[in-house]
Nanobody, 120 residues
Framework: QVQLVESGGGLVQPGGSLRLSCAAS????????MGWYRQALGKERELVAT???????VYAESAKGRFTISRDSAKNTVYLQMNSLKPEDTAVYYC??????????????WGQGTLVTVSS
């Protein structure tokens, strides 16, 4: 089994910052890419940012210039530094990992989500 555990969500005022973390563990052979998605109330889940094993990154337009994704491959951990937060960033943030398990199966794993609330 593979587990993704997110942390770092919470309540922050507009203009503030938060750093999300996601650690993957379990029967993992290799992780090809990790990323963050979010889902606001009443909306579909959307991409925020992804990072590959080669450190190539992709950002949603809404995240460019404000959010930074990074990873520590040795720890199977991905981070999302979020600055200049806006009320519209309020959502549940989910971690995702595209990986190969130790039994050589491809897997797209998801975390349980962490709530980010931007409000004064």
């Amino acid at each position: 089994q593979v587990q993704l555990v997110e942390s770092g969500g919470g309540l922050v005022q507009p203009g503030g910052s938060l750093r999300l973390s996601c650690a993957a563990s379990g029967s993992i052979f290799s992780i090809h890419a990790m990323g963050w998605y979010r889902q606001a109330l009443g909306k579909e889940r959307e991409l925020v940012a992804t990072i590959t094993s080669g450190s190539s990154t992709v950002y949603a337009e809404s995240a460019k210039g404000r959010f930074t994704i990074s990873r520590d491959s040795a720890k199977n951990t991905v981070y999302l530094q979020m600055n200049s937060l806006k009320p519209e960033d309020t959502a549940v943030y989910y971690c995702n990992a595209d990986l190969t398990t130790s039994t050589w199966h491809p897997l797209s794993a998801w975390g349980q989500g962490t709530l980010v609330t931007v409000s004064s």
